[in-house]
């Protein structure tokens, strides 16, 4: 059997993988091996075929062992761990969650409901870096496989709603402290009138005592119209992701669909929505649109375009922690025949980031 060594299986996206494996009965056709940057020698987790300690995930001698290596341990590990291992040698297959190899010309940014035939040809060219894409292009694409599918997209303006979860577990937890605080300012003051409230909330998000030390400014109550850092575009590097990495998902290498706009994170605890401007390359009537949606994969979630199925279905709440990725408001904008506006939310922590490296690790075995 094959050997497969997974690294940050403890952090959010690690964990979320851990429990689909575990669900889905994963660990039986291959030999675990569980490495750690702080815990060597400790026991590892119980499932199938798993080695019974933790291995170092720095030593190379170990990590040469693995025919598989499957980490979610982030780009820092990526940039100190992985050339000096493939410089040593070692030939396996590496799949990653993180962004560091994402655009390196012998990668594969992978999204099985959509590239799966590509990813296919690459591993029969002997392709051995399978990288995970950016949670909001890859949520994007399954929402609109369809259009994508029959070559339909000119160009897009998405606009993302992107949960704390997306920063990771300690902005999740300081976004809820943050509410916390809100929540121990409402108690303290009964029976204040709204303006006189909203002056002292105002005030707590200011204070120091007001817990901000991940995000670096208040997220409840407010939103933070900047993700990741400035590029010399005038983009920041999260809305620079979504044209780069979605063409390259799709195989796009002569014609790139533009994609743009900007990214804004919200105080939903988990899962990403965007709101889309699509120019088609050409009319289409909106039945063809929605069928076209509707019919693309198994897991997009496609909600009619009203007031009470958009606020039942389309939304953060109803989709976290499920594999749907929903998308609905479909309809013909004022701007002409050939512009269709969308809303798309999907949990970034599953079809957004841990569910494609499952499926990838599935093909290898």
Same mark, same amino acid.
């Given at each position: 059997?094959?050997?497969?060594?997974?690294?940050?299986?403890?952090?959010?996206?690690?964990?979320?993988?851990?429990?689909?494996?575990?669900?889905?009965?994963?660990?039986?056709?291959?030999?675990?091996?569980?490495?750690?940057?702080?815990?060597?020698?400790?026991?590892? @987790?119980?499932?199938?075929?798993?080695?019974?300690?933790?291995?170092?995930?720095?030593?190379?001698?170990? $990590?040469?062992? &693995?025919?598989?290596?499957?980490?979610?341990?982030?780009?820092?590990?990526?940039?100190?761990?992985?050339?000096?291992?493939?410089?040593?040698?070692?030939?396996?297959?590496?799949?990653?969650?993180?962004? =560091?190899?994402?655009?390196?010309?012998?990668?594969?940014?992978?999204?099985? @409901?959509?590239?799966?035939?590509?990813?296919?040809?690459?591993?029969?060219?002997?392709?051995?870096?399978?990288?995970?894409?950016?949670?909001?292009?890859?949520?994007?694409?399954? =929402?609109?496989?369809?259009?994508?599918?029959?070559?339909?997209?000119?160009?897009?303006?998405?606009?993302?709603?992107?949960? =704390?979860?997306?920063?990771?577990?300690?902005?999740?937890?300081?976004?809820?402290?943050?509410?916390?605080?809100?929540?121990? *300012?409402?108690?303290?003051?009964?029976?204040?009138?709204?303006?006189?409230?909203?002056?002292?909330?105002?005030?707590?998000?200011?204070?120091?005592?007001? @817990?901000?030390?991940?995000?670096?400014?208040?997220?409840?109550?407010?939103?933070?119209?900047?993700?990741?850092?400035?590029?010399?575009?005038?983009?920041?590097?999260?809305?620079?992701?979504?044209?780069?990495?979605?063409?390259?998902?799709?195989?796009?290498?002569?014609?790139?669909?533009?994609?743009?706009?900007? *990214?804004?994170?919200?105080?939903?605890?988990?899962?990403?929505?965007?709101?889309?401007?699509?120019?088609?390359?050409?009319?289409?009537?909106?039945?063809?649109?929605?069928?076209?949606?509707?019919?693309?994969?198994?897991?997009?979630?496609?909600?009619?375009?009203?007031?009470?199925?958009?606020?039942?279905?389309?939304?953060?709440?109803?989709?976290?922690?499920? &594999?749907?990725?929903?998308?609905?408001?479909?309809?013909?904008?004022?701007?002409?025949?050939?512009?269709?506006?969308?809303?798309?939310?999907?949990?970034?922590?599953?079809?957004?980031?841990?569910?494609? $490296?499952? *499926?990838?690790?599935?093909?290898?075995?």
């Amino acid at each position: 059997m094959k050997k497969v060594g997974f690294i940050g299986w403890r952090g959010m996206v690690g964990s979320v993988l851990m429990e689909r494996m575990k669900t889905e009965n994963d660990f039986g056709p291959f030999e675990s091996y569980f490495f750690t940057t702080s815990q060597k020698g400790l026991a590892a @987790p119980k499932y199938k075929n798993t080695h019974s300690t933790l291995l170092d995930a720095f030593n190379l001698d170990e $990590l040469k062992g &693995m025919d598989i290596i499957l980490t979610c341990q982030g780009g820092d590990y990526t940039k100190e761990v992985y050339q000096n291992l493939r410089s040593s040698g070692w030939n396996g297959h590496w799949i990653d969650a993180a962004s =560091a190899l994402r655009m390196k010309d012998n990668s594969i940014i992978v999204l099985d @409901p959509v590239n799966r035939p590509l990813i296919e040809q690459y591993i029969d060219r002997g392709g051995k870096d399978f990288i995970g894409g950016n949670c909001t292009v890859s949520l994007l694409l399954i =929402a609109l496989q369809g259009l994508f599918r029959e070559n339909l997209v000119e160009w897009i303006s998405s606009m993302t709603y992107q949960a =704390a979860s997306g920063a990771g577990a300690k902005n999740m937890i300081e976004l809820l402290g943050q509410m916390n605080a809100v929540g121990e *300012c409402l108690n303290q003051n009964p029976g204040t009138d709204a303006l006189l409230l909203d002056r002292k909330m105002t005030s707590l998000m200011h204070s120091q005592d007001f @817990p901000k030390e991940n995000f670096g400014h208040p997220l409840a109550l407010n939103v933070l119209p900047w993700i990741d850092v400035e590029l010399p575009s005038g983009q920041s590097k999260e809305e620079w992701k979504a044209q780069v990495e979605a063409n390259k998902i799709l195989g796009n290498a002569s014609e790139d669909i533009k994609i743009d706009g900007t *990214c804004v994170r919200v105080g939903a605890l988990r899962s990403h929505s965007q709101g889309l401007t699509i120019k088609l390359k050409k009319s289409a009537d909106i039945k063809t649109v929605e069928e076209l949606i509707q019919g693309a994969n198994p897991w997009v979630k496609f909600v009619a375009n009203n007031k009470a199925e958009s606020l039942k279905s389309l939304t953060p709440a109803a989709v976290s922690g499920t &594999m749907n990725v929903a998308i609905g408001r479909v309809r013909k904008m004022s701007m002409g025949e050939d512009f269709i506006n969308a809303f798309t939310v999907g949990d970034q922590l599953l079809w957004g980031a841990a569910e494609p $490296l499952r *499926c990838v690790l599935k093909m290898l075995i």
